[in-house]
Nanobody, 122 residues
Framework: QVQLVESGGGLVQAGGSLGVSCAASGASRSTFSVNGMGWYRQAPGKQRELVAS???????NYADSVKGRFAISRDNAKNTVWLQMNSLKPEDTAIYYCSADIFVDGSRRDYWGQGTQVTVSS
């Protein structure tokens, strides 16, 4: 069974920095490979939106609202993705979700983490 386990997040003042990470794991006997990975966020009363994504080859994509402030990276050997968030603003407050496109046991689909809260105080 595939799991995405997130860590990091928390409370920070505006202008500060936070990092979140996400590790994908699966059953030891499974044929398991991770393709694209990304971070989404959902603020209260708003739809979930893409924050940043990174392909298996390392190509990145960012929402306009976070360009120049956030950086996504990954370690393919560890099936882990990170999101470094700098110059945080109160409007960055949301639950951040990790997502990964994973091929396991002959099937491919998107998997999601449980979400981690990021709160930026003004």
């Amino acid at each position: 069974q595939v799991q995405l386990v997130e860590s990091g997040g928390g409370l920070v003042q505006a202008g500060g920095s936070l990092g979140v990470s996400c590790a994908a794991s699966g059953a030891s006997r499974s044929t398991f490979s991770v393709n694209g990975m990304g971070w989404y966020r959902q603020a209260p009363g708003k739809q979930r939106e893409l924050v940043a994504s990174i392909s298996l080859g390392g190509r990145t994509n960012y929402a306009d609202s976070v360009k120049g402030r956030f950086a996504i990276s990954r370690d393919n050997a560890k099936n882990t993705v990170w999101l470094q968030m700098n110059s945080l603003k109160p409007e960055d407050t949301a639950i951040y979700y990790c997502s990964a496109d994973i091929f396991v046991d002959g099937s491919r689909r998107d998997y999601w983490g449980q979400g981690t809260q990021v709160t930026v105080s003004s």
